[in-house]
T-cell receptor
Framework: GQNIDQPTEMTATEGAIVQINCTYQ??????LFWYQQHAGEAPTFLSY????GLEEKGRFSSFLSRSKGYSYLLLKELQMKDSASYLC??????????FGRGTSLIVHP | DVKVTQSSRYLVKRTGEKVFLECVQD?????MFWYRQDPGLGLRLIYF???????EKGDIPEGYSVSREKKERFSLILESASTNQTSMYLC?????????????FGDGTRLSIL
């Protein structure tokens, strides 16, 4: 089976940087996804990591350490519209992604 | 852009009814998925399908069945709805294979069973 763990809720200030962590335990590993989900909307794809290291996409970056079973999503220059849930999803040996419970990020002015 | 369309945004049904949730995708994706999303529990996989007429149980298939007669359409069926099936249901699709293809989600159906 798989176990994905991420914090339930985080708060941050507009303009700041926030790091959302995700730890996973899987039998086999075939990649890790991050999704963003605004309230009442569909999750949308943010990033994918399968090799160790940092992937940067504008204000958002995602990091992976396979040996530690650890990933994080880094959001820079936070904006109010970044208030959302962030979902970590891991592909294990079955190639079917398993989702964590999501981290609700609240950005204050 | 990939479009995943779920037939209803909101649905209210009664206990014991047979309920059909429909999902259609327009990008010829091989894989389709049904999840339910509950507060504090995240997205949990009910069933998925990797080809027409193929289906596999996810983590919580009890009380549900699925149908995939055409590649673009994946239906979720609640055989006899119960109040504990009140939830947000999300359909997703993805390209087949083992690579880095993300899932594309529909807007969800908020189902209430009275």
């Amino acid at each position: 089976g798989q176990n994905i763990d991420q914090p339930t809720e985080m708060t941050a200030t507009e303009g700041a940087i926030v790091q959302i962590n995700c730890t996973y335990q899987t039998s086999g590993f075939n990649g890790l996804f991050w999704y963003q989900q605004h309230a009442g909307e569909a999750p949308t794809f943010l990033s994918y990591n399968v090799l160790d290291g940092l992937e940067e996409k504008g204000r958002f970056s995602s990091f992976l350490s396979r040996s530690k079973g650890y990933s994080y999503l880094l959001l820079k220059e936070l904006q109010m519209k970044d208030s959302a849930s962030y979902l970590c999803a891991c592909k294990g040996g079955s190639y079917i992604p398993t989702f964590g419970r999501g981290t609700s990020l609240i950005v204050h002015p | 852009d990939v479009k995943v369309t779920q037939s209803s945004r909101y649905l209210v049904k009664r206990t014991g009814e047979k309920v059909f949730l429909e999902c259609v995708q327009d990008m010829d994706h091989e894989n389709m998925f049904w999840y339910r999303q509950d507060p504090g529990l995240g997205l949990r996989l009910i069933y998925f399908s990797y080809d027409v007429k193929m289906k596999e149980k996810g983590d919580i298939p009890e009380g549900y069945s699925v149908s995939r007669e055409k590649k673009e359409r994946f239906s979720l069926i609640l055989e006899s709805a119960s109040t504990n099936q009140t939830s947000m249901y999300l359909c997703a699709s993805s390209i087949g294979g083992e690579g880095n293809q993300p899932q594309h989600f529909g807007d969800g159906t908020r189902l209430s069973i009275l």
